[in-house]
């Protein structure tokens, strides 16, 4: 990910109306974006998504779901399947411990090709609507 292109995004979202300026927000609105986008096309639609769709701050949980709703439809990601129900994560029991881990399924794969992208720092920004 381009450190200008988040740049623009975190501008983008400070110059919405009733924005907090203080850097504690702008660290926030910096975490929110980096968690919903692995690459710099989805920065992209992020920023768009904050430019053309937003007038005033929505709000942390709101930013989030926004942001989060359009790189998903942009990316296109699979339907999830009858044991996540299109949720990003199910509950699984391991060595006696309840945790959240990604579904199998093909929805599963593509998120969990995406999790690993952004952290090693690979992500592309490409398609991603096939895991390998």
């Known amino acids: 990910m381009k450190k200008p292109a988040l740049e623009r995004a975190i501008a983008a979202a400070l110059s919405l109306r009733f924005a907090p300026a203080d850097a504690d927000v702008r660290r926030t609105i910096g975490g929110i ?3 919903t986008c692995t690459g710099d096309k989805q920065l992209e639609i992020a920023t768009r998504v904050i430019s053309r769709e937003m007038s005033e701050w929505p709000g942390p949980a709101e930013f989030r779901r926004m942001i989060g709703a359009a790189v998903k439809a942009a990316f296109q990601l699979p339907a999830g399947c009858p044991r996540c129900l299109g949720v990003d994560f199910v509950i699984v029991e391991k060595d006696g411990s309840s ?3 990604r ?3 093909k929805r599963g794969q593509v998120l969990a090709l995406m999790d690993a992208k952004r952290r090693t720092g690979t992500a592309s920004g490409k398609d991603c609507s096939t895991a390998s």
Request: aromatic share 0%.
């Open 33 to 35: 974006i980096v968690e």
């Open 99 to 101: 945790m959240g881990q």
């Open 103 to 105: 579904c199998s399924c």
